[in-house]
């Protein structure tokens, strides 16, 4: 309860000083606790300030304003539209699948933010307006290779995880500040902070200042005019320990670092009150950083090693499903569209024109071509998505080790060609009770190696729960713009049912609905039969996903590998 408890504190500190605090970084995929967190967030969000959604599409001219072409067509004068900031100022907008912002984006929501205005020149137009907002960034990415822009996530002062909050913890808080009493006397605040991100390895200079804006807050939200130790520690945990780069060390005590002859000859302490202050000080900034470490990031090492060789992930593959695109692929014609969402086709633009100029002219108007907002057409492109291929790995009973290992060559020869195909592999496994993914989306092969060295195996066989994990984590590769491929290695003999129970019977038809509803969402499949013999119920299973069936007793690597890349 304590992880919703800080995230509802989050909200509240968000609605209360948007600008302020620039925001929140949410780290959860789409479903009833984030839209329970977005809720808690409305309903502490004054009335009178707006909360809007930026949608993914939006152009320039949406998000920052500019020249109304429609509007100016029609009226023969410059029309000026309000952009999204503007509208938003004073409120929180909202960015879902922030993982995906273009470069372009993220540096115009950061100048925002810096400013407070939005200064709109283009189109003949120089207009600013006020756009004192904070920004919720909805990051829905799988695993590390994708996350909001680091420059971005930055001027943002609190980042939340909720991608392990249960259902029914998403419930409404009435304390979530846990609030003690607060020493009202606390001294050099801005300094501890300081230490205290120097010991957790917070780089940039605005962590210690978020988190001192972030404590005047929360001592402001419980009635207070100056912050306390409680509310500085909080503000610790709360914006320095989600930035974490280290662990921190314990520091050496103060009578460790006095030299052997300076501690002869000292015998009695100055009855001066600095030494009091400055051990004081180090308790506090020594509380600081634990409350911090309870809020360090998960697998905070294993995400260090992996930072250095994180690859920037292409929106664009070569052997994925055909997909419009506004600026660049290949051209398919023109359709009526708005030239600054896409590519002006002007020689289709004049064609569609053309035949209405003897009624548009009037008399006494000069000649010339009269185009109409309606006239005005854009190209068409095409291009190719990215592919992941997910494998849903059968990691049960005796043949476990050995499916296990055929999927780690297969996994580790596709990833060898990823690099010019420009794809993704991901790998989950399902034993036991559930299914649990291994390796999220990536194209690193050196990360998937050690992601797979670990691979568990044994236990009953949930082909259920597997096959509703490919589901859902494919549903998430195609909301963020790739072509999902679940490949499943199976021998079809399920017998752990959706909730847990053993049972052949019931297991089979939980596995039949669950196919039933993968091919439902359209996702690409291929189901290879390990079994020594082919196997009717995983030939059923196939049938009921829309997959192509593939009996591959004694598949190695290198032929599980062609069998895919020869279904896809």
């Known amino acids: ?6 995230a509802v504190l989050v909200a509240r500190l968000a609605a209360a000083d948007p600008h302020g605090v620039g925001g929140v970084v949410v780290r959860a995929g789409a479903g009833p606790v984030r839209e329970a967190w977005l809720a808690a967030l409305r309903v502490a969000l004054p009335s009178d300030r707006p909360m809007r959604r930026m949608p993914g599409s939006i152009t320039d001219a949406r998000l920052l304003g500019g020249l109304d072409l429609p509007a100016t067509l029609a009226a023969g004068r410059p029309v000026a539209e309000t952009g999204l900031l503007a509208e938003t100022d004073g409120g929180l907008l909202v960015v879902p699948m922030a993982e995906r912002l273009s470069p372009g984006q993220a540096a115009r929501l950061a100048a925002i933010l810096d400013t407070g205005t939005v200064r709109v020149e283009r189109d003949g137009l120089g207009r600013c307006h006020p756009a004192r907002l904070g920004v919720i960034l909805l990051d829905e990415g799988q695993g590390d290779d994708e996350a909001v822009p680091d420059a971005l996530a930055d001027r943002l002062a609190l980042h939340i995880d909720l991608t392990d909050v249960p259902w029914r913890d998403a419930v409404p808080v009435d304390d979530p500040s846990h609030a003690e ?16 991100a120097d010991a957790l390895g917070v780089v940039s200079l605005r962590g210690p200042l978020l988190a001192a804006r972030v404590a005047r807050l929360l001592a402001r939200l419980e009635g207070r005019a100056v912050p306390g130790e409680n509310d ?46 400055e051990e004081t000080s180090a308790s506090l900034d020594q509380r600081m950083v634990e409350a911090a470490r309870s809020a360090l990031p998960r697998d905070l090492l294993a995400g260090l090693i992996a930072a250095g060789a994180r690859p920037r992930q292409p929106r664009a593959g070569k052997a994925g ?61 095409v291009q190719r998505t990215q592919t992941t291929t997910i494998f849903a790995v059968d990691a049960s009973g005796s043949a476990a080790l050995e499916r296990l290992a055929e999927a780690k060559g297969a996994v580790e020869l596709l990833l060898a060609e990823a690099y010019t195909r420009r794809d993704r592999v991901a790998v989950l496994a399902f034993r036991g009770l559930g299914a649990e993914l291994i390796l999220p989306p990536t194209r690193a092969l050196a990360r998937a190696r050690r992601g797979l060295s670990a691979l568990p ?17 494919a549903r998430s590769v195609h909301r963020g713009g790739g072509t999902p491929v679940v490949v499943v290695l199976t021998d079809g003999r399920a017998n752990i049912t959706r909730a847990g129970a053993a049972g052949r019977t019931q297991a089979g038809a939980d596995a039949l609905a669950a196919a039933t509803a993968l091919r439902a969402d359209g996702v690409r499949a291929i189901l290879i039969d390990t079994a020594a013999r082919p196997q009717d119920t995983a030939r059923r299973i196939a049938e009921a996903m829309g997959a192509r069936y593939l009996p591959l007793p004694y598949a190695d690597a290198g032929a599980m590998r062609a069998a895919i890349r020869a279904a896809t």
């Open 181 to 196: 009493a607060s020493d009202p006397g606390a001294e050099d605040v801005l300094g501890a902070l300081c230490r205290a």
């Open 457 to 473: 195996g044994g236990g009953g066989t949930p082909l259920a729960a597997g096959l509703d994990a490919a589901a859902a984590l």
């Open 321 to 381: 499903a055909a997909a419009a695109s506004p600026r660049a692929g290949r051209p398919l014609g023109a359709r009526a569209g708005d030239p600054r969402q896409g590519r002006l086709s002007l020689v289709d633009t004049l064609r569609a024109a053309a035949p209405w100029q003897r009624l548009r002219r009037t008399a006494g108007e000069p000649q010339g071509i009269r185009i109409r907002p309606e006239d005005l057409r854009v190209t068409r492109f």
């Open 1 to 6: 309860m304590t992880t919703w408890a800080d």
């Open 232 to 277: 500085t520690i909080r503000a610790a945990r709360l914006v320095l320990g989600p930035r974490a780069t280290r662990m921190p060390t314990a520091e050496p005590t103060p009578e460790a670092a006095v030299p052997e002859e300076s501690a002869r000859e000292e015998t009695t302490p100055e009855p001066d009150t600095p030494t009091e202050h």
